[in-house]
């Protein structure tokens, strides 16, 4: 009991520090009431995680995941940026259109939402507010909302055939840091499943709004 008692105000300060970097950071907008509703719902969530064979266990592998991550989403960083940056058909589209050079500002303000989106990735709470913002990425990416949450001047959107295709950069390069804080090879190779089917998931749901109408 004493122990809790010594535990808890540090948990509960570690959880606000954390929401609080969450709110500082510019056009991280995760559970804003502006956001819109996303055009699939719920229930489509579940189906497309059926047809992913995306299951308890996946969530389960996910959440243990968090804690390996939380203080290692720099260095990840590091590795997902510096393959963006020595890939030419990537960097294109974090460069400025004036200039014909990637923007530092632009890859810097996305980079700390990036660092959320890591976390959220594994804390795996599907819920209207996830899937919402889920949608809103899906604009980000795409002609309707790119640039326009860091007022930047770049290309007009991410053709949508990289999307997906950064599964397996992002997931192979994740493979290690979940292997740094001594997990099992059993537990890694869940978590690294687990973290493929959900980054595909997403990049499916990003999708919707480089689809016709009606064919989502
Ligand atoms: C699985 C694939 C991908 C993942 C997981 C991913 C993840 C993310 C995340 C988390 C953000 C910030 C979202 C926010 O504003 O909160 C973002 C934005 C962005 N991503 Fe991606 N991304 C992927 C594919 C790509 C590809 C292939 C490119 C091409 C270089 C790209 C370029 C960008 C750009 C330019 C932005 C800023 C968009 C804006 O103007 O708001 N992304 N991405």
Same mark, same amino acid.
């Given at each position: 009991m004493q122990l809790l008692q010594a535990i808890l105000p540090r948990l509960s300060f570690g959880v606000v520090a954390?929401?609080?970097?969450?709110? +500082?950071?510019?056009g991280y907008n995760y559970g804003h009431a502006t956001l819109a509703r996303a055009p699939y719902s719920l229930a489509? $969530? +579940?189906a497309l995680q059926k047809a992913l064979l995306f299951g308890d266990d996946d969530v389960l592998a996910l959440r243990q995941s968090a804690a390996i991550l939380a203080d290692q989403?720099? +260095?990840i960083l590091d590795v997902w940026y510096g393959f963006v940056a020595s890939t030419p058909e990537l960097v294109v589209f974090f460069g400025n259109t004036r200039t014909g050079e990637p923007d530092p +500002? @632009? $890859?810097e303000a996305v980079r700390?939402?990036?660092a959320h989106w890591i976390l959220d990735t594994a804390e795996a709470r @599907?819920?209207?507010t996830w899937l919402d913002y889920q949608y809103e990425i899906g604009l980000r990416h795409s002609k309707f909302k790119k640039n326009r949450t860091d007022g930047v001047q770049s290309t007009a959107q991410v053709n949508f055939r990289y999307i997906p295709a950064l599964t397996i950069p992002i997931t192979t390069t994740l493979r290690p840091f979940l292997a740094q804080k001594g997990a099992s090879a059993n537990d890694v190779e869940r978590m690294h499943a687990a973290w493929v089917k959900s980054v595909l998931l997403q990049a499916i749901l990003w999708s919707q709004p @480089?689809?016709?109408?009606?064919e989502f």
């Open positions: 954390a929401e609080a970097a969450r709110q +500082a950071t510019p489509d $969530l +579940a989403t720099d +260095a +500002a @632009y $890859l700390k939402r990036f @599907y819920d209207q @480089y689809v016709r109408e009606g």
